[in-house]
């Protein structure tokens, strides 16, 4: 016997099905706490003092079917309601009763469905195991949060519809819903009679379920490891190779090699003896490699293609002279170098040289504007391919030093558009491959370039350089402490062998979906407009700025009706001018966004800073967070001499 008790929460007799009337005479189960009439017993109560004891048929779960309760002993109740094979003993049951009748945080109805569960055995995690097949399990739910739920249904919504004013439902549960109401099924603010005439689907919202579910299924959990470099970089070949295949097909090579030196993708400066575990020499100058491909797996540059390296916010690392563009000037001991960008790569990238458009300091040039404004020096290889220069090699490359950009401008080129040009002047400590002298660079002038007189944008650094000539020590060193990388070495996953480096998180691939589709940015308070597209607030207020929802007309010295503005949306052709007048923030997908963005700053600060379990790893990155706590800390003089301390501890 396993009846179902009620658990009445709004005064409904139990047995006749209506509403309990105030002054009609009533009682109330002691075990479930649901209500009856004692007119709908067959056995009235002879006393007041019994109703207190009165237990209801379902709970009391007598075999007797005419039996309309009855005041049942705990041994009764016992014995008849759980049976000899219970998990509990009557003591057990008597003291679990009193402890739920005793517990202060629970109100009259949580106490009744505890009695409930515990008669019956049930309890509320068989919900929540069903619940878990039907939102795809713990990981979806994990990662998203209860925040996008439906919140008719209570599950992941199913082509899921976002309301104006925030809130997210299944397709068919809001149109169910919308058939007999015209306000939000979270009962806040009234719904556009078009949403209900027509309700569009959230695609942000379908895309980031399903990245979720995908990455379940392919194992891809919220933990996995970040992998900035090649995963098992000791099993790949020391020389890069082109397989027979790739040969007749004409494609490039078919792996890169083993990375040989152990500085990340963004290292500054030299590479030194200490970042070369293989000859202990470091990358010298007038080192020669056959191919870019070689030439990566020494650290001078680590782009296959690109000539330039670098972040747009955090500066250019190195370039390749290779005569990729008519304007560039090289004079050995300085150059003029262009940018990148100004050609339609539509076509053959190898054939298509022609400017077609106006270059921009943007990405990779934005990357060699930082790199001049804070000194940082940049190494740079020449190309045999440069055959305009008597300083280039004769076959492949060779790595020629250090330089730093000293000034930067635009002028129009002599294909006819604007380029972005640099002055690039060598400091270094060893000497040029073109001279035959003994010591290296010593700081010179700035030569005279002509072609500034008709440049526009010209500037100069005027901060001292990071990267700057010491008179005491007669050599090029670091003034300043150099960046810290943003992807700092690892030794690689042994359980991903065989994958491609830089795994993005789950994470980061669900934070994608949550762009604003005006500034392509993550969303910062979004808006959910009623036509499903999604947006920062400032910047669709930013869209319509200077316009009013109503505009005011004259004729004449009359004043006439008022006129509506039509407000469409910038993706399609919904009006949003009610919208705008009170635009409500999606708190639900903002929370998802904020919680998604913690944890991946989290997990990126224990990877940057080489944390483990809040504690600093010394053995496995000493460098790496003595420049950490140098550049965090204001006061690098100070903790010179602790931090030598450490690190040689």
Request: with cysteine.
């Amino acid at each position: 016997m396993a009846q179902q008790l009620p658990c009445d929460g709004e005064g409904v007799c139990m047995s006749c099905k209506t509403k309990v009337v105030s002054g009609t005479e009533t009682i109330c189960c002691k075990t479930c706490g649901s209500s009856w009439h004692a007119s709908c017993l067959s056995k009235p109560i002879e006393s007041l003092v019994l109703t207190l004891e009165w237990v209801c048929p379902d709970c009391c779960c007598l075999n007797d079917d005419n039996n309309d309760g009855a005041v049942v002993s705990n041994d009764i109740l016992l014995s008849s309601s759980i049976g000899e094979s219970s998990s509990h003993n009557k003591n057990d049951l008597i003291r679990l009763m009193r402890a739920i009748e005793a517990d202060s945080t629970l109100n009259d109805q949580q106490k009744a469905k505890k009695r409930q569960e515990l008669m019956t055995g049930k309890t509320s995690d068989d919900d929540d195991k069903k619940k878990k097949k039907t939102t795809g399990g713990n990981d979806v739910m994990d990662i998203l949060g209860d925040n996008l739920i439906c919140l008719v249904c209570r599950e992941l919504p199913e082509r899921p519809v976002t309301t104006p004013c925030g809130h997210n439902f299944c397709l068919k549960c809001f149109e169910k819903w919308a058939q007999g109401n015209k306000i939000c099924p979270n009962r806040c603010r009234p719904l556009p009679q078009s949403m209900i005439n027509n309700p569009r689907i959230n695609s942000a919202l379908v895309v980031a379920i399903r990245t979720t579910k995908v990455a379940q299924k392919k194992g891809l959990r919220k933990n996995a490891e970040t992998v900035y470099e090649s995963v098992n970089n000791q099993n790949k070949p020391d020389k890069a190779y082109i397989t027979e295949r790739a040969k007749r097909s004409g494609k490039a090579n078919a792996c890169s090699g083993k990375i040989f030196v152990t500085v990340p993708n963004d290292h500054f400066g030299p590479i030194l003896a200490e970042n070369d575990p293989e000859r202990n020499q470091g990358v010298l100058v007038g080192e020669s490699w056959g191919d870019r491909f070689e030439c990566r797996q020494w650290g001078a540059h680590f782009p296959h293609v690109a000539g330039i390296a670098g972040q747009s916010k955090h500066g250019s690392q190195s370039i390749v002279l290779s005569g990729g563009y008519a304007d560039d000037e090289d004079h050995g001991e300085w150059f003029l170098y262009t940018g990148s960008g100004g050609r339609n790569l539509s076509g053959n990238k190898r054939t298509n040289t022609d400017q077609s458009f106006d270059q921009e300091f943007k990405k990779l040039n934005e990357a060699l504007r930082v790199s001049c404004r804070k000194g940082y020096p940049v190494r740079v290889v020449r190309s045999h391919k440069e055959k305009r220069s008597p300083y280039a090699p004769e076959t492949g490359l060779r790595y020629d030093g250090i330089y730093r950009i000293e000034k930067w401008w635009r002028k129009v080129g002599i294909q006819g558009f604007k380029m972005c040009r640099y002055l690039f002047v060598r400091c270094d400590n060893e000497p040029a491959p073109w001279t035959s002298d003994e010591h290296g660079d010593r700081p010179r002038s700035l030569p005279v370039i002509k072609e500034l007189n008709g440049a526009t944008n010209v500037t100069d650094r005027t901060d001292s350089p990071s990267w700057d000539y010491d008179d005491e020590e007669s050599c090029w060193k670091w003034k300043k402490p150099p960046p810290s990388s943003k992807t700092p070495v690892q030794t690689g996953n042994p359980g991903k062998e065989g994958k491609g480096a830089r795994n993005a998180s789950l994470r980061d691939k669900v934070l994608k979906e949550f762009k604003c589709q005006l500034c392509r940015q993550v969303m910062s308070d979004p808006l959910t407009t009623p036509c499903a597209h999604n947006y920062c607030k400032h910047c669709l207020e930013a869209f319509f700025v200077g316009q009013s929802s109503v505009r005011k007309r004259s004729y004449q010295g009359r004043t006439l009706r008022a006129q509506k503005t039509i407000m469409k949306c910038p993706l399609c052709t919904t009006d949003l001018s009610e919208f705008l007048e009170n635009p409500q923030v999606n708190r639900e997908l903002m929370e998802v966004i904020k919680n998604l963005q913690r944890e991946t700053e989290d997990e990126n600060d224990k990877d940057l800073n080489g944390e483990t379990n809040g504690r600093i790893n010394w053995k496995t990155s000493p460098k790496l967070l003595k420049m950490t706590i140098l550049t965090r800390l204001k006061k690098p003089l100070k903790l010179r001499g602790e931090l030598s301390r450490l690190t040689s501890a």
